[in-house]
């Protein structure tokens, strides 16, 4: 069985200020993480707009930080927790499960 940790959130002040603690200006990190203009690094530094993973990645090593330091502990996502597990012994189907008073998905 596999619990997967939806308990984190991107925190937009963590790249703001990851960014500003390695010199960087918001036109310098777009270029370096592939994107033709900072208008998506300026939103997800507003908390507007979500970075691909693949992204925020790029930022990270350009920062010099763990991709971990971008995100926090979210308590209401803790709820949203999912667990997937046969769906009966034996069985090679998986069924996604969600934490006890949620439904999957939500």
Known sequence: MVVLDMGLRLSPEALRTARRAA????????EAAGLRTDKSIRSAEKGVHVLASERLARLARLYGVPMEQFFIHDPEADMASTVC???????????VT???GRSPGA
């Open 85 to 95: 597990g046969p769906t009966e012994p034996g069985a090679s189907d998986f069924a």
């Open 23 to 30: 010199g960087y200006t918001q036109q310098e990190a777009a």
């Open 98 to 100: 969600a934490a006890p």
